[in-house]
């Protein structure tokens, strides 16, 4: 459906003491040439399994157990590890939620961003380092300052400013930023938000922007997609998923978006997120569902096009 990525009937488990996690429940999600797509979910839903499997980094006990990730109209989940390394970091790179972790501890930040430039671009590291200023300018960061520093050194919104470099560095076609701001205090955050935003229109590259923030996510995405439990349960333009949003999981959420008006209490949505090892049958929202009739718990809704370009994965649209 999408001309750059094609994501389907994805499958993820975690085997664990407790049981095996039924993490990822046949996920449906297409991505097109320089479009943005945000993913919103509570903490769990599989956002970050999903990003995860898509760069083929999923490790046990963790196993990708069936599904397509076509790229390019190529299955990354068939390659090798050696056809993958050409893929991940060059053609699709990552950014993470805490980029002081994601940062090698050891080595100074000038270092480290000229070898990334060095691997994605396949020049040697001297020709890459020559590149590394330009790279820290693009972000922001002042070269000189900046280079001989080792990650604790950074603060939270310098190191991301680096991840965000060193992710671009290669020009990939998708870049996936898995709750980039989240760790930040929200001034930085928004000028974080304001780069990647300036940079991938320079760059005319496709985001995946994941997040728990559906205000973010409308904001600075074309589509924004729901995840629920394991599964996309609806997609649609930002406009359209604020303004009218179907599935029973996604009017829950933006009602309890909080308003300003203080007469109005947070509503949140009743009951909680459902255990991934016993999850409920049919529709994994069933227990939670307030318009839920018998079909719904055993039989699981598929995502379908119940208006243009929405799509929803409810028994009630069917
Ligand atoms: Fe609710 Fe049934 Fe729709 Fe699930 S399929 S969201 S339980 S109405
Ligand atoms: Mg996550």
Not at 70 to 78: I, S
Not at 248 to 277: C, F, M, N, Q, W
């Amino acid at each position: 459906r999408g001309s750059l990525l094609n994501v389907s009937k994805l499958r993820v488990v975690f085997y664990t003491y407790r049981g095996v996690i039924k993490a990822l429940n046949g996920v449906e999600l297409w991505l097109n040439e320089e479009e943005r797509l945000g993913i919103v979910g509570e903490t769990g839903c599989g956002k970050s399994v999903t990003a995860l499997s898509i760069m083929r980094l999923i490790e046990q006990p963790g196993e990708i157990v069936s599904g397509n990730v076509l790229f390019n109209n190529q299955d990354l989940l068939k390659l090798d590890e050696n056809e993958m390394d050409k893929i991940r970091g060059k053609k699709i790179s990552m950014i993470f939620q805490e980029p002081i972790a994601a940062l090698n501890p050891v080595f100074k930040v000038g270092f480290q961003i000229a070898e990334t430039i060095a691997h994605s671009r396949e020049i040697t590291i001297k020709d890459a380092y020559s590149q590394v200023p330009e790279a820290l300018e693009m972000v922001g960061l002042d070269w000189q300052r900046t280079k001989d520093l080792y990650p604790h050194e950074l603060s939270g919104g310098m190191a991301q400013r680096v991840m965000i470099a060193m992710a671009l560095a290669a020009r990939p076609k998708l870049l996936i930023a898995d709750e980039p701001t989240s760790a930040l205090d929200v001034t930085i955050q928004a000028q974080i938000l304001e780069l990647l935003d300036k940079l991938v229109t320079v760059g005319k590259n496709a985001v995946i922007l994941i997040t728990h923030d559906l205000g973010i996510a409308s904001e600075f995405c074309d589509r924004v997609a729901v995840m629920y439990a394991g599964n996309v349960i609806e997609v649609a333009k930002s406009e359209e998923i604020f303004n009218n949003p179907l599935h029973p999981y996604t009017k829950g959420l933006i009602e309890s978006i909080p308003v300003i008006d203080k007469s109005r209490d947070l509503k949140g949505i009743a009951g909680t997120v459902p255990d991934l090892v016993d999850p409920p049958s049919g529709c994994r929202f069933h227990p939670r569902c307030n318009r839920a009739f018998d079909k719904c718990s055993s039989e699981l809704p598929s995502l379908l096009e119940i208006e243009p370009d929405h799509f929803v994965a409810c028994h009630l649209y069917n």
